[in-house]
């Protein structure tokens, strides 16, 4: 059975079947539940930022407080086999709103950065690709995003929008259209590109010290020089320390701005009240909207770095501020739990809650972690195949529809929440493309035993470094890791050294024959297999080769997103409230409601 009660008595089993025999029996006598005009739910996505599964409690955490979590387990159903489908943001977002293998839409990266710089970049999100709230807005839903978006702005001009959530399906956003940083704080370190950045400041400097010498050994005469020779190398350095500098030392302006609609509110955003407005804006969106079908995704910044916390939450875990982070987060997921009840929505309403990806372990400021934990997955944020990066929590309720309190050890996916929420409108998948992810609906009906993911492919930017078979008859997880990032120090278990893992180059292990675990005994793959110890070694390593073959025969090119030019910085695609360079503005009318 893959549906698994979590206490011992065979009483509660039991009424775990007779709840899916009511399913059943609720499902032949009104067949339209899922797709009626008058029985749409509404939908509520919780996105958490760089969550580890370890770190919630319903998934073995005992330190760390997440009761509204915890409850909307309870009430639900727990995934537990739930995979990402890209270890970092951008890919993963937008393959979770695509339900499509980043790879298939161009946001997938051959470059060492695998997301997205900028907002001032050209590359982002397909203006082609299909979204869920684009098809849900046909399907009469009232549509938004309140939070991070992540998946780029602009296309040729400032004003273009091409990427933006509007364009996407959206008819409502209010949030980052990037990324939190440690330069949107301004305390810590720069975390954008730091190697890189430092790199440059390298150059700079060495510029710097060639013009010095050659000028006062003009001056001194200890040697001769032509003025021309050192003001030429004084201009070129000038130029060159203004065309990186003209970026990175101005990302809190360039990237940490705050966007309602099209429009620029805050450049930079206040950080102080951005949880009490993006949750003062999502509980507006379900007042609005309480009377009509709705989706609304809610993108939590919690819990990337820097860690921005309310004071009444500071100090108040037992892991810093990191756990202190993960403490609001979960308060805040009680405040729209809260409002969906209190408005009479709770049985209407579908609720899902996972992260985009795992915890970042190498996260940290001196001593203290600023990272999360992925339980006994190896790995984390940024590590192509590795269970840590890809394994995230997965929760979903629907009271009265779906059965309360159980467990799904069955493989499934963020992409999975595509085909799901368009099934749940009455919508129509997306016939002129590839789709990956597969309905949730059989599974959490208790209608069918085994997900219907039999591969999947687990890629570090473009490059394939696992693949995972669910061989059904047997039961048997097997995965296969034909990349492995080397970790600094060795035995760390991160790229501490690095800030993060690569996907290619000398920071990574080929592996022929390829890293075989068996997930279903070695969830932790910590046991390679091999020919000696596993008897169908060779037939398990031939037959995911042959999927791997078939996978790559359904790929197409397609521009690539992430590329160098498509990922650098362009003055003239720089969002800018006010005249550029000089982009500085604060249009909120009204403080925000202090609902803390």
């Not at 997440?66 to 995979?83: F, M, W």
């Not at 939590?300 to 770095?305: G, W």
């Not at 009455?426 to 609906?441: E, F, K, N, T, Y």
């Not at 990922?567 to 695609?573: A, E, I, S």
Request: glycine share 8%.
């Amino acid at each position: 059975m893959h549906l698994l009660h979590t206490k011992g008595s065979q009483e509660v089993y039991q009424g775990k079947q007779w709840s899916c025999l009511n399913i059943w029996i609720f499902l032949c006598f009104f067949p339209r539940t899922f797709v009626s005009n008058a029985s749409k739910p509404n939908i509520l996505l919780i996105l958490a930022d760089d969550l580890g599964i370890g770190d919630v409690g319903c998934y073995g955490n005992d330190t760390i407080r997440t009761p509204n979590i915890d409850s909307l387990a309870k009430e639900g159903v727990k995934l537990t086999q739930h995979v990402a489908a890209a270890a970092v943001c951008t890919p993963s977002r937008a393959a979770f709103l695509t339900g499509r293998y980043p790879i298939r839409s161009g946001m997938a990266s051959s470059t060492e950065r695998r997301i997205l710089f900028w907002n001032g970049c050209s590359g982002g999100l397909p203006p082609n690709e299909t979204t869920f709230a684009r098809i849900l807005h046909q399907q009469g839903y009232s549509t938004a995003l309140v939070g991070k978006w992540h998946l780029g702005v602009n296309c040729k001009s400032r004003y273009d929008h091409c990427h933006h959530p509007l364009n996407h399906g959206f008819d409502y956003f209010y949030g980052m259209p990037s990324t939190l940083l440690n330069e949107c704080q301004g305390t810590d370190e720069p975390e954008l590109a730091k190697s890189l950045q430092d790199t440059y400041w390298l150059y700079t400097q060495i510029i710097i010290l060639a013009v010095l010498t050659l000028l006062i050994g003009k001056l001194t005469n200890l040697f001769s020089v032509k003025w021309k020779i050192i003001i030429c190398l004084a201009i070129y350095g000038f130029l060159y320390f203004i065309s990186w500098f003209s970026s990175y030392g101005f990302t809190k302006y360039w990237n940490c701005i705050l966007m309602r609609n099209h429009d620029i509110t805050e450049q930079p955003m206040k950080l102080d009240k951005i949880t009490s407005n993006m949750l003062k804006e999502a509980v507006s969106f379900i007042e609005r909207n309480k009377h009509r079908p709705f989706l609304l995704f809610v993108s939590l910044l919690h819990v990337h770095t820097p860690l921005i916390t309310t004071e009444k939450f500071l100090g108040r875990s037992r892991h810093g501020l990191y756990g202190d982070n993960v403490e609001e987060m979960d308060w805040m997921v009680g405040r729209l739990l809260d409002v969906i009840d209190k408005k009479g929505l709770k049985n209407t309403t579908f609720i899902y809650f996972a992260s985009d990806h795992g915890g970042s372990l190498e996260a940290h400021s001196g001593n203290a972690q600023l990272g999360g934990w992925n339980g006994i997955y190896k790995g984390g944020k940024g590590m192509g195949g590795w269970e840590g990066g890809i394994r995230v929590p997965g929760i979903i309720r629907w009271p009265g529809v779906l059965p309360a309190d159980i467990v799904i050890n069955e493989l499934t996916s963020l992409m999975d929440i595509f085909p799901t929420v368009i099934q749940l409108a009455g919508g129509a998948v997306p016939q002129d493309r590839v789709i990956d992810g597969r309905s949730l609906l059989p599974l959490l009906q208790g209608t069918v035993q085994h997900s219907e993911h039999q591969f999947m492919f687990h890629y570090c930017g473009v490059f394939l470094h696992a693949v995972r078979w669910h061989q059904k008859d047997s039961g048997t997880v097997w995965k296969a890791h034909y990349t492995t990032p080397v970790f600094q120090p060795k035995d760390s278990g991160a790229c501490f050294r690095r800030g993060i893992c690569p996907c290619f180059g000398n920071g990574i292990t080929h592996h022929d024959p390829p890293l075989l675990f068996d997930l279903s005994q070695d969830p932790s793959e910590a046991n390679p297999l091999s020919a000696d110890t596993e008897p169908l070694f060779d037939t398990i390593i031939r037959r995911i080769g042959k999927a791997v073959e078939e996978h790559h025969k359904t790929l197409t090119p397609v521009p690539q997103q992430l590329s160098y030019y498509n990922n650098m910085w362009k003055p003239w695609l720089q969002p800018c409230c006010g005249t550029f360079p000089t982009c500085w503005c604060d249009k909120e009318s009204s403080k925000a409601e202090d609902i803390l």
